[in-house]
Nanobody, 115 residues
Framework: QVQLVESGGGLVQPGGSLRLSCAAS????????MGWSRQAPGLQREWVAF???????NYPDSVKGRFTISRDNTKNTMYLQMISLKPEDTAVYYC?????????WGQGTQVTVSS
């Protein structure tokens, strides 16, 4: 059974940085498509980064240049480095992994950007 556990969220001031982690168990993340999404109160979940099985990455314009997705296969962990954070980045952040056309989600970690 695939399980994903996010960590690293918290309160940060505008302009600050955070690194989120997504530790996987029950599968090997190497060669899998994985991603990060977020959901703010009252809004739909939106994706903010994904990395394909081949290592290609993609980001929406809202975070491009500020967010970087990566993974360490030796630790079976994916990361989201976030810099220049803005109040509108406040949301619960979820990681995901797709295997055999099935997507598994983590429980989420709260990121709050506020002064």
């Amino acid at each position: 059974q695939v399980q994903l556990v996010e960590s690293g969220g918290g309160l940060v001031q505008p302009g600050g940085s955070l690194r989120l982690s997504c530790a996987a168990s029950g599968t090997i993340i190497s060669g899998k498509t994985m991603g990060w999404s977020r959901q703010a109160p009252g809004l739909q979940r939106e994706w903010v980064a994904f990395i394909t099985s081949g290592g290609r990455t993609n980001y929406p314009d809202s975070v491009k240049g500020r967010f970087t997705i990566s993974r360490d296969n030796t630790k079976n962990t994916m990361y989201l480095q976030m810099i220049s954070l803005k109040p509108e980045d406040t949301a619960v952040y979820y990681c995901s992994l797709t295997q055999d056309d099935l997507t598994t989600w983590g429980q989420g970690t709260q990121v709050t950007v506020s002064s």
